[in-house]
């Protein structure tokens, strides 16, 4: 059963005491999910096939609850939508609030490097480190919960389970939540990352290795010791060991050592029984098997991605599965990633907050704040919050964020100065208005997410970041005058420019747009111009916003006219010099799940209607496919 202890806050339906709240399963955290008021059960059957996605995306957007598909068809019931807000977040951590994890992490960080002239001080530090000694994966004996029933030989069938396939023109079903456990064949360190899996057939699916990933790494290491290399994907259990997959970890430090910290107690590991792995003995599902590097890749995808765009089709290695297990009362977790905002953009807020007072102890004591933008999907848009005190100072803090794990990904990066809000949209409109972006510029070249699409390279190309922590304070946008047509330019969006200073045209990707002649004519003081899709015509700030940043490469689609910035952000055709050969279309879901997900919204007793917010994106895609 959970544990609780220590203090207490208040929740929808009481006083809940708790430091930590431990989970023995994943169906103990939907059962306080249901308790808080922050869980839906839908008792008819709901499709794994597009139908759940559908429904899931339009619950997320709209703020909603956790949803426990209970009819699925398998007899697994599917949880989605477990950490889409704050609170949800927090109580999978085990806390009253987001703020009090890395409130703890500071507590721990203050203690371990403030002075300690006497012996007392000293000795006050040992009930710290008897605490950390508990944090620390402990290996026991026998089988765990998750190896409560057993699947070998013929019947560890993946078609067994609830795999969900989220849109259209993804290349299967996918698992979307797995926790794929290998080990470092040299040094036997541990690494648990989240890689979405492909079903390939009954017994075999893709394993989507980056590049970059520890998991790339430590497949390479098994190739060139021509080994077989032993994996096992865990899903479920407490859902702390979900967040942990996910965080930003340096290479070589143990997942579930972070997971033991933010339970307050170890994570119980059980061997495997087809491979020599140790697994946490309380998830819900543990998938056996291995990968051989000696065989060949294979085609996977496309994937409807958290960049809000399919990721198309690539080569990557096949997983091969020995055995699957799992809990009598086992939950199936899910997630469906797609245009923002979606499920994970919660899971990276309670990581930039997790993390900052260690990016702070490490690299830049100087930062204050660091905020992810839901638009920016994580890795294209950072705003950070710093104490510039020397010159060169800012330029110095970028460079190393740049380098820092996860952050190379970044593509545009906003420097505000010290006590500026970065999470309050109109402070860092602000302070764009009051800045000159040709001077604030920093740009540079380096690692890009493998998903970003817009790179001409795959996982290389242009970073840009803006100094702003010298904006004018309460600048004001002058007028804009009578605009109109220039350059092949005939559409055209002002309302960004009175706070942001930005000004939304709008023309095909195929048309000789001429942005520096619309600029000097129409409108010379903006800030910044971005050219988008017509089709995008009407979207809302924030939805340009994604686009502008996923569809443009810094060093290839950004310039000025005078000290207007200029950003085409529309879509990059094939046979265009120095553009991708392959752009993918947004994710959207297909006319006929729409409509059948419309037409049954009653029998899933989800409450009032909320429509697909896919029919406002419909007119993005210029093809049916994956692929533009």
């Not at 209970?70 to 704050?86: I, K, Y």
């Not at 990581?351 to 204050?368: C, G, H, N, S, Y």
Request: glycine share 10%; aromatic share 8%; hydrophobic share 45%.
């Amino acid at each position: 059963m959970h544990i609780l202890r220590g203090h207490c806050f208040f929740g929808d339906v009481g006083l809940i005491l708790v430091l930590w709240l431990m989970y023995g399963s994943l169906r103990e955290f939907v059962d306080i999910l249901e308790k808080e008021g922050e869980l839906v059960r839908v008792g008819t059957f709901v499709d794994p096939v597009e139908e759940m996605a559908e429904i899931a995306d339009r619950v997320v957007k709209a703020g909603g609850k956790a949803l426990l598909f209970e009819n699925t068809g398998t007899g697994f019931p599917v949880a989605m939508n477990l950490f889409g807000s704050d609170r949800r977040m927090a109580l999978a951590l085990g806390a009253a609030t987001l703020d009090e994890v890395p409130a703890r992490i500071d507590r721990l960080v203050s203690a371990a490097i403030s002075p300690k002239g006497t012996l007392g001080e000293k000795l006050a530090m040992l009930p710290v480190l008897g605490e950390a000694s508990r944090w620390f994966p402990k290996k026991v004996r026998g089988r765990g919960e998750c190896q409560q029933v057993v699947l070998e030989g013929d019947g560890a069938r993946l078609g067994a389970l609830p795999v969900l396939k989220c849109w259209p023109a993804d290349g299967g079903r996918f698992v979307t939540l797995p926790m794929v456990n290998t080990v470092d064949p040299d040094t036997g360190i541990r690494n648990v990352g989240m890689y979405r899996m492909q079903l390939l057939g009954d017994r075999e699916t893709g394993m989507h290795w980056h590049m970059h990933k520890t998991g790339a790494r430590h497949y390479e290491a098994y190739r060139r010791a021509g080994r077989r290399m032993p994996v096992s994907v865990c899903l479920g259990g407490d859902p702390v060991y979900t967040y942990a997959a996910t965080a930003p970890l340096p290479d070589g430090v143990d997942e579930y050592l972070l997971a033991g910290f933010l339970r307050g107690r170890p994570v119980r590991l059980v061997r495997c029984l087809t491979n020599d792995l140790y697994v946490p003995s309380d998830c819900d599902f543990v998938i056996e098997g291995y990968v051989d590097p000696a065989e060949a890749k294979v085609v996977e995808g496309p994937f409807g991605d958290h960049t809000g765009f399919y990721s198309l089709e690539d080569m990557y290695p096949v997983f091969h599965v020995t055995a699957i297990t799992h809990r009598r009362d086992a939950v199936w977790p899910a997630t469906v990633v797609g245009i923002p905002v979606q499920e994970d953009y919660y899971i990276a807020k309670a990581t930039e907050k997790i993390f900052l007072a260690p990016i702070r102890l490490v690299m830049q004591p100087d930062l204050e704040e660091l905020y992810m933008p839901a638009a920016g999907v994580a890795h294209n848009l950072a705003v950070v919050g710093m104490r510039s005190r020397y010159p060169g100072h800012v330029r110095q803090t970028v460079s190393s964020l740049w380098g820092a794990g996860q952050m190379m990904f970044n593509k545009y990066m906003l420097v505000a100065p010290a006590g500026a809000n970065v999470r309050d949209e109109s402070v860092v409109a602000s302070l764009v208005r009051g800045s000159d972006l040709k001077r604030a510029a920093i740009a540079g070249e380096g690692p890009l997410d493998v998903l970003d699409h817009a790179a001409a390279a795959t996982g290389y190309g242009g970073k840009l970041a803006f100094d702003l922590t010298g904006a004018e304070s309460d600048a004001v946008m002058p007028p804009l005058g009578d605009m109109t047509a220039a350059g092949g330019i005939g559409q055209w969006m002002t309302d960004l420019y009175g706070e942001w200073g930005v000004v939304a045209l709008f023309a095909e990707p195929d048309t000789d747009a001429d942005m520096s002649a619309f600029v000097v004519r129409n409108c010379p003081q903006a800030r910044a111009v971005a050219l988008f899709d017509s089709a995008a015509y009407g979207l809302s700030g924030e939805e340009l916003l994604w686009l502008a940043t996923a569809n443009t490469d810094a060093s290839r689609d950004v310039s000025f006219c005078g000290s207007v910035l200029l950003a085409d952000a529309r879509t990059k055709l094939a046979g265009e010099e120095g553009c991708p050969s392959r752009f993918p279309n947004p994710t959207v879901a297909s006319e006929e799940i729409a409509r059948r997900v419309d037409e049954r919204w009653a029998e899933y007793g989800l409450g009032e209607f909320i429509p697909s917010p896919s029919e406002k994106y419909r007119k993005l895609q210029r093809s049916s496919g994956a692929a533009v």
